[in-house]
Nanobody, 124 residues
Framework: VQLQASGGGLVQPGGPLRLSCAASGFTFSYFGVGWFRQAPGKGREWLSCVGNSEGNTYYADSVRGRFAVSRDNAKNTVTLHMSNLEVEDTAVYYC??????????????????WGKGTQVTVSS
């Protein structure tokens, strides 16, 4: 079982970035996927999730309107489209697989599978 987040890097404030979460070793289409981040010295923050059916998406207040999540079950990937990035978005970003019907409860849910993170740095 493997989840791997990728696509992180250095971006200027106001810029966009796209993160991908690639899954292997399990039936990806049975699971919802959540995106989380952790900044230095802070706890894990839930950002967004998409259910096993792409129409089911949720966002934290801190990213709603700036981030969008999508998934491609044929490619076993979930993408987090980030725009209008702020310095405060600097963190390590993670994806996790959980119950098929995602929701705000993902904020506190112990995900079934976790991926390695990718660093996002927003700086001028």
């Amino acid at each position: 079982v493997q989840l791997q987040a990728s696509g992180g890097g250095l971006v200027q404030p106001g810029g966009p970035l796209r993160l991908s979460c690639a899954a292997s070793g399990f039936t990806f289409s049975y699971f919802g996927v959540g995106w989380f981040r952790q900044a230095p010295g802070k706890g894990r923050e839930w950002l967004s999730c998409v259910g096993n059916s792409e129409g089911n998406t949720y966002y934290a207040d801190s990213v709603r309107g700036r981030f969008a999540v999508s998934r491609d079950n044929a490619k076993n990937t979930v993408t987090l489209h980030m725009s209008n990035l702020e310095v405060e978005d600097t963190a390590v970003y993670y994806c996790g697989a959980g119950p098929a019907s995602c929701g705000y409860y993902y904020r506190d849910y112990n995900m079934d599978y976790w991926g390695k993170g990718t660093q996002v740095t927003v700086s001028s």
